[in-house]
């Protein structure tokens, strides 16, 4: 694995499951997921590993719905769009961080940046007209 983590058949399920299914899961949706094949996979491990992941880069951790964090697979460039009405999550595009120059601002080197929209996706909207 890069990143500096260590591969174990558990992390590697997790980060495999988080490339396939671009949902943005929660670390009990991968878990349940896994469970059936993984029968040695804990909900801790579950959670550990993707903190690991995250805090070394490999990850996205976001925190755009209130009540769980939500986990991305893709680490590229992007912006995060969370449905009120369904909860999904979708990938929005972003050529550049908005408002802000690349790298440091008044002296803050910026390291990472989170843009979050949130309304509603064009199925629940439809519902709602």
Do not use: W
């Not at 260590?6 to 671009?22: E, F």
């Not at 769980?68 to 697979?73: A, E, P, T, V, W």
């Amino acid at each position: 694995m890069q990143f500096g983590v260590k591969p174990s058949l558990q992390r590697i399920a997790i980060m495999d499951y988080l490339l396939t299914h671009p949902t943005h899961p929660t670390a009990d949706t991968i878990f349940n997921a896994l469970y059936p094949a993984v029968p040695t996979l804990s909900k801790t491990t579950v959670y550990n590993t993707l903190k690991l992941l995250a805090e070394q880069g490999a990850v996205l951790s976001l925190t755009i719905d209130e009540k769980n964090i939500r986990y991305d697979g893709d680490i590229s460039h992007h912006a995060h769009f969370r449905c009120r009405s369904c909860g999904n999550v979708f990938d929005l595009p972003m050529d550049e961080t908005p408002g802000f120059p690349p790298g440091q601002l008044n002296g803050f080197h910026i390291t990472e940046c989170h843009v979050y929209y949130k309304g509603y996706c064009e199925n629940c909207r439809k519902k709602i007209e």
